[in-house]
C-alpha cells in the first residue's frame, strides 16, 4: 500500500503543478521582459470576465479583441483583429502553453515552439475616449 501511495504522488504532482490559476493571467502585459516595456510595445489585457484586448503600444488604439481561456498549462485565445473583415469569423484561435507565470513575467510559448515574454504593466490605465458615468437613463 504505502508503494501505491508513493506511485500515485509521483504521478499527481506533476499535473497539479501544471495548472496555472486563471486569475494570475488577468492584468495588462507588454512584449518584453522589463518594465520599460510597459511604456512603448504592444499591451495585451486580459480581462477577468475572459475578455482579450491588444493594443500596439499603451497610447495607441484598440489593435484586436477577443476572448481568453485557461485550461491547465494552456491559453487559448480566438480573436478578431481590427480593421474587421466582412467574414463575420473570427480568426482561429490563438493556443499557447504557459511556460512561467509569476507577479512580473507572463511566458508563453507556441505550436512552432516559439516563445514569447510578457512584462506586467500595473500602472497601465486604459480609456476608451468617453466615460461612463452610469448606465441607469440614458
Avoid at 64 to 73: E, M
Avoid at 77 to 97: A, C, I, W
Amino acid at each position: 500500500m504505502r508503494i501505491f501511495l508513493i506511485v500515485m504522488s509521483l504521478i499527481w504532482a506533476p499535473a497539479a503543478a501544471a495548472e496555472t490559476p486563471p486569475e494570475m493571467v488577468v492584468s495588462a502585459w507588454a512584449s518584453g521582459d522589463s518594465a520599460s516595456a510597459c511604456d512603448a510595445k504592444p499591451i495585451t489585457l486580459f480581462m477577468s470576465d475572459g475578455v482579450v484586448a491588444v493594443f500596439l503600444s499603451k497610447d495607441s488604439a484598440l489593435h484586436s479583441l477577443g476572448t481568453w481561456a485557461v485550461n491547465d498549462d494552456k491559453l487559448t485565445m480566438p480573436h478578431n483583429d481590427f480593421p474587421l473583415s466582412g467574414s463575420r469569423q473570427s480568426k482561429e484561435p490563438v493556443n499557447l502553453t504557459i511556460l512561467e507565470l509569476s507577479e512580473t513575467q507572463f511566458i508563453t510559448q507556441n505550436a512552432d515552439g516559439i516563445e514569447r515574454k510578457r512584462f506586467r504593466c500595473p500602472d497601465i490605465k486604459i480609456t476608451l475616449g468617453h466615460d461612463h458615468d452610469g448606465h441607469g437613463n440614458h
